[in-house]
């Protein structure tokens, strides 16, 4: 079983992405029962949210839907919980590191690290460019899948 946590500042745009595409291609490769998947803040925000509708409309461009899904913060029992913590950017690493203290069970990472291409997912919140979180997001959660059904 790999739990997996993808964390972004707000939990409305850039994480529930990632949540909801992972989940799409675990299902889309038979092999879902070996997973479990969400995504959670740093900041306290958007707390209760829903997923922002550029990005629902995103997904839902892909066959993906995400209702039901609201913006929490993560918290430290999260870090305890889920094997891996996937950030979007280096100022989310930092914003982890506030509520868990250290890694010191090595589970966080940065989504494009999985990739050849290592590089923030811009937010696009601030940005307003869905489709190239779509790309990085997608390119993000395929490169993890590979990785972690290699050494399953
Ligand atoms: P996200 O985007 O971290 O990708 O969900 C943001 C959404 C909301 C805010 C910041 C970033 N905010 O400050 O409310």
Redesign the pocket.
């Known amino acids: 079983m790999h739990k997996i946590l993808f964390v ?8 529930p992405m990632a949540e909801f595409v992972m989940k799409k291609m675990v299902k889309d490769a038979g092999v879902e029962r070996q997973f479990e998947i969400a995504s959670a ?1 740093t ?1 306290t ?2 707390w209760g949210n829903p997923v ?1 509708p550029p990005a629902r409309r995103k997904l839902a461009e892909h066959g993906i839907r995400c209702d039901g899904k609201t913006a929490r913060q993560m918290s430290r029992a999260d870090y305890d919980y889920y094997d891996l913590i996937i950030a ?1 950017d280096h100022s989310n690493l930092r914003g982890i590191q506030r509520i868990i203290g250290a890694d010191s069970q090595n589970k966080v990472s940065l989504l494009m690290d999985h990739t050849d291409h290592p590089h923030d997912v811009a ?4 940005t307003g460019n869905f489709d190239a979180t779509w790309e990085d997001v997608t390119a993000g959660c395929a490169a993890l899948l590979h990785e972690l059904c290699r050494t399953a």
């Open positions: 972004c500042l707000g939990n409305i745009c850039r994480s803040a900041s925000e958007e922002y979007m937010d696009p919140w601030y």
